[in-house]
């Protein structure tokens, strides 16, 4: 079996600062729409993703800024030059363009996420490509008016059959639901928000529980015989 990835999908610090460390949390993705919310530039993105590798993360992830092969292999290797091997992944997004660029890099061993899956053949391709993710986005899918889990299912059948070590990254999650959904079809990795962080790990019965737990372990330590 390959090991699940966890991801958080975010490029605010603090909210990233709230759930790291964590063993549970492989890595941090990022895109420029996030990046834009939280006011973070391309200068000070490498901060940040420096921070998150030494809050614990063991990958992170970020999107080349061009839209022609060449320029996305310039930009790759730019932030590539930033971190140590097997730090980064590139994304890209899943173009004809980006598959070029992202085949390229894949044959010389760079991690590659193919980003803005929105069909099937775009994650055969992926696979094909030797990519180390292909990343549809659930609750868009859903949006667009579409089977979102349907169509996921179909990517990961395709994945899977295709005997590469490809994983479906899914992004654009939005609930516990849609999470536990995913595992069911077994996908090989999944990137939340933060707040969706907290609440799968923070089941209010469990915490409920364990101050009672807590209350009784301190009544029977102050007990006098």
């Known amino acids: 079996m390959t090991p699940f990835h966890l991801y958080l999908d975010s490029a605010d610090i603090d909210a990233l600062e709230r759930c790291l460390p964590h063993p549970a949390i492989h890595g941090v993705t990022t ?20 921070n998150a590798l030494k809050l614990g993360a063991r990958q992170v992830q970020a999107q080349v800024q061009a839209a022609d092969a060449e320029g996305m292999l310039a930009d790759a290797r730019a932030m590539l030059a930033e971190f140590d091997v097997g730090q980064f ?19 010389a061993g760079v991690p590659v996420t193919y980003t803005a899956v929105y069909a099937a053949e ?24 579409a089977d979102g889990l349907a169509l996921i299912a ?16 899914v992004a654009s999650v939005r609930s516990r639901e849609a999470y536990l959904a995913l595992l069911d079809l077994g996908v090989g990795a999944i990137t939340i928000p933060p707040s ?22 301190a009544a029977l330590n102050t007990h006098t015989p």
């Open 154 to 169: 179909q990517m990961q059948s395709l994945v899977a059959r295709s005997g590469a070590a490809t994983r479906l990254l």
């Open 31 to 50: 895109n420029p729409t996030l990046m834009r919310r939280a006011g973070v530039t391309r200068d000070s993105l490498f901060t940040l993703l420096h």
């Open 196 to 217: 969706l962080f907290a609440e799968l790990m923070d089941h209010p019965a469990t915490l409920d529980a364990e101050r009672g737990f807590l209350a009784d372990a």
């Open 122 to 145: 775009q994650a055969h391709f992926a696979a094909q490509l030797s990519a180390a993710y292909a990343a549809p986005y659930l609750g868009r899918l859903q949006d667009a008016g």
């Open 89 to 107: 992944v590139v994304k890209i997004p899943a173009t004809r363009e980006g598959l070029r660029a992202g085949a390229e890099l894949s044959a």
